[in-house]
């Protein structure tokens, strides 16, 4: 099994930094594109009322470092922790901070369908 912990080395200390134009194509690409991180990220962000920054805050990460990750594959259902510990190492970011977006993207979901289910009712 991967360990939790990104290499102290990673791909995150080397993240290039990326410009406004192409931080907000890929945010706003990668949000409408469900099997993303981005669309992950992106149901998060509106269910908290996030902005990019407060997010990268949260995370402990950089901005550009989440523009990377939104356009990683989130992970299959029957992968869920392999791919996840997976872009977790690739990305250098800690392996808990993805877990808690996906809680928190499930959970978002599950508020938006109870809202859902009320409305029709």
Excluded: Y
């Excluded at 550009?64 to 970011?93: H, K, N, Q, W, Y």
Aim: net charge positive; with cysteine.
């Amino acid at each position: 099994m991967r360990s939790s912990h990104p290499k102290s080395n990673g791909w995150a200390s080397r993240v290039p930094t990326v410009d406004a134009a192409l931080r907000e194509s890929v945010i706003r690409v990668t949000a409408n594109r469900p099997g993303t991180w981005g669309f992950v990220l992106a149901k998060v962000r509106a269910s908290r009322g996030w902005s990019l920054a407060h997010q990268a805050v949260a995370l402990g990460v950089s901005e550009s470092t989440l523009v990377f990750l939104s356009v990683c594959r989130s992970p299959r259902p029957s992968r869920r922790e392999e791919d996840l510990l997976g872009v977790a190492e690739r990305m250098g970011i800690q392996a808990a901070a993805l877990w808690f977006i996906l809680d928190l993207a499930t959970e978002s979901s599950a508020m938006n369908h109870g809202t859902a289910n009320e409305g029709a009712a």
